[in-house]
């Protein structure tokens, strides 16, 4: 059961180490041919409400309405008055993403399958935000990851766990970092109105409850893939082309005064930022640039399919390349790796920086993710 024998097609077996059973996260190894990533297609969308309830529809969809060359947007306005947090301490899981499943499943079984095999015909259903993830492991020398999984009826969920530093870093927050974790909300409510005919509303209630997802299918060599990612506005234009293609991500970062500071921008964020909406195959994100006080003074459009060359030029820069094989190896590895069909076992596969991923084996433990709900549904 040695894993390079397992290993399957579209990687390499080097990344494996036959000592430490574990997966090699070294950029060097995944400098290769870009793997086949299919077009993401959306097969269904969601809303969570500002009480965090579920709906099978797009009526949290916003749209979005292109700043003056001059914005003046006071991202601290609101904060102390205006503003509804959601729990963060509310682990939600993958709850939302299989409620969406249950709801669409007739959208999924498209091919006719003996009903022990693969009921959903996916291999892997997550959160985008873990995919991004994964993309950025690579570069990544800060904070490292959880991520459990369970195989049930031939389908691999994935659902993050808080790690231990992640845990204290939330509980331990400045008023500072507070305040500015809502300035990303407040941007949003400066460039989105409710819909085509209306404009944004700056005096109203930031509520981080509310959400609009975009659920979406893509191939990434041979992993099927069918994961969730929540998506800031639309553009309004009618005859705009249809989703994924149509959104924008909005984003906030701070104003650019020098060229060292351009080179980081390139160099750390649009990693993050291409690494999410390369995904979803979501084309543009727009950058707020703010000063110290919180105020918006510009903003720049960045198209995700020139991100690539915008970087080039930059020295010891990330390449997207490595970011994909890497996810890819990482998904074959789950796939030899998580091979009991069984909804209450989980695999915790962790990763550290400057470290191999390795994993632990779980049976009925305070990790297991799917709810009763969903094994009786899909079962039945
Ligand atoms: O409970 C959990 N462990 C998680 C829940 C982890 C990750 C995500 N979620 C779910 C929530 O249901 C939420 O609606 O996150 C959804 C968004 O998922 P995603 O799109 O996969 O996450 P990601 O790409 O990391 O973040 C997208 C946006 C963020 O925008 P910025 O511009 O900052 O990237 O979703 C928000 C945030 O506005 N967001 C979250 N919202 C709710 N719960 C969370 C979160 N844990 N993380 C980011
Ligand atoms: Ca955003």
């Known amino acids: 059961n040695h894993p390079h024998q397992q290993h399957q097609s579209g990687s390499t077996p080097g990344q494996i180490s036959p ?21 993401p297609v959306e097969v269904g969308c969601f809303s969570l409400d ?37 729990d963060d301490s509310v682990k939600e899981k993958l709850d939302h993403i299989l409620r969406w499943i249950v709801a669409n499943r007739s959208k999924l079984n498209s091919r006719v399958t003996p009903a022990s095999s693969c009921a959903l015909d996916v291999d892997f259903v997550t959160w985008r935000g873990h995919l991004t993830k994964l993309l950025t492991t690579p570069y990544e020398t800060r904070e490292g990851w959880l991520l459990a999984v369970t195989r049930f009826r031939g389908t691999l969920y994935i659902s993050e766990v808080e790690t231990e530093a992640a845990h204290r870093e939330r509980e331990n927050r400045t008023e500072r970092h507070e305040e500015m974790m809502y300035w990303g909300y407040k941007f949003e ?30 191939r990434l ?27 924008v991500e909005l984003k906030t970062s701070a ?34 640039f703010r000063d110290h006080e919180g105020v918006v003074v510009s903003t ?13 030029n930059e020295y010891n820069c990330w390449k997207p390349t490595v970011c994909m094989n ?42 297991s993710f799917l709810p009763h709900w969903y094994v009786e549904e899909i079962t039945s």
């Open 326 to 367: 890497f996810c890819c190896d990482f998904l074959s590895f789950v796939k030899h790796v998580a091979t009991e069909d069984n909804p209450s076992v989980v695999y915790l596969f962790s990763w550290e920086p400057h470290r191999d991923v390795t994993y632990s084996i779980h049976r009925d433990s305070h990790y």
């Open 300 to 312: 720049e459009t960045f198209h995700i399919s020139k991100i690539s060359h915008l970087i080039k």
């Open 19 to 39: 000592r430490s059973q574990g997966l090699s996260t070294r950029k060097e190894l995944y400098e290769r041919d870009f793997p086949v990533y299919k077009q």
């Open 189 to 218: 409510q400066y460039t989105c109105a409710d819909n085509i005919h209306s404009l944004p509303d700056p005096g109203g209630v930031v509520n981080t409850n509310e959400a609009f997802c975009t659920v979406v299918q893509t």
């Open 50 to 86: 500002s009480e965090r309830r579920f709906f099978n529809d797009s009526r949290q969809m916003r749209y979005y309405v292109e700043p003056d060359r001059n914005p003046n947007f006071d991202l601290r306005d609101g904060y102390k008055d205006r503003f509804i947090k959601r």
């Open 255 to 288: 104003e650019i005064c020098t060229p060292k500071q351009r080179s980081n921008l390139h160099r750390f964020k649009l990693l993050k930022w291409w690494a999410q909406s390369f995904l979803p195959g979501v084309p543009r994100v727009v950058a707020g």
């Open 221 to 247: 060599a041979d992993h099927r893939l069918l994961f969730s990612g929540e998506v800031d506005c639309r553009d309004k234009d009618p005859n705009a082309p249809a989703p994924p293609a149509c959104y």
